[in-house]
């Protein structure tokens, strides 16, 4: 049981490009979030997915787009890279079942856009 | 929308003293209250979560406490260790199947030997 995983771990992007983060987990949860970390803050969410294609914005979305074809995959995309978006990006996923409502992380990307 | 704030940012105390991190919420709604350790560079991980329908819940040296009438809620760390050094998040949402989580801007707590 792998849980949450994420690729790449690092990535640097120049303005203007675009990356997609990948997030896979083998828990089978219905449940999958994207937050963002700046340095020295909180985590916040930018889109959460309630089972294969159903997503909606969280508190941060502009500039993101994310998609969910399967109950294990839920991939990030970045257009349009800006510096603002340089930041730490954590994958989570949880379920109502077994253990309700804890969300369980991945190991985080560390994206910088320069 | 919900907003979480934490106090302090950091705290220092002395290896087996007790240590208190506070949060506030604003969306009376949010029934749901978890706290996150994190150590540099890794992943948050949950240490305790506690309900709105319970007052208090104890984990060993963890508690955490809850007030709705007051939307304040607290994490009491007890007889504290060297590796409970990490910055803590708190985090509030209203469980609708998914958890929208709101974080606090988080605690850097140092154990000093």
């Known amino acids: 049981n792998a849980g949450v995983t994420q690729t790449p771990k690092f990535r640097i992007l120049k303005i203007g490009q675009s990356m997609t983060l990948q997030c896979a987990q083998d828990m089978n949860h219905n449940y999958m979030y994207w937050y963002r970390q700046d340095p020295g803050m909180g985590l916040k969410l930018i889109y959460y997915?309630?089972?294969?294609?159903?997503?909606d914005k969280g508190e941060v979305p502009n500039g993101y787009n994310v998609s969910r074809s399967t109950t294990e995959d839920f991939p990030l995309r970045l257009e349009l890279a800006a510096p603002s978006q340089t930041s730490v990006y954590f994958c989570?996923?949880?379920?109502?079942?077994?253990?309700?409502?804890?969300?369980?992380f991945g190991p985080g990307t560390r994206l910088t856009v320069t | 929308g919900e907003n979480v704030e934490q106090h302090p940012s950091t705290l220092s105390v002395q290896e087996g003293d007790s240590a208190v991190i506070k949060c506030t919420y604003s969306?009376?709604?949010?029934?749901?209250f978890p706290w996150y350790k994190q150590e540099l560079g890794k992943r948050p991980q949950l240490i305790i979560d506690?309900?709105?329908?319970?007052g208090e819940k104890k984990d060993q040296r963890i508690a955490v406490t809850l007030n709705k009438t007051a939307k304040h809620f607290s994490l009491h760390i007890t007889e504290t260790q060297p590796e409970d050094s990490a910055v803590y998040f708190c985090?509030?949402?209203?469980?609708?199947?998914?958890?929208?989580?709101?974080f606090g801007q988080g605690t850097r707590l140092t154990i000093n030997p």
């Open positions: 985090a509030a949402s209203i469980v609708q199947g998914a958890q929208k989580l709101v």
């Open positions: 506690i309900r709105s329908n319970v």
């Open positions: 969306d009376s709604a949010s029934n749901y």
């Open positions: 989570a996923s949880s379920t109502l079942a077994g253990v309700p409502y804890e969300q369980y």
């Open positions: 997915s309630v089972g294969a294609g159903i997503t």
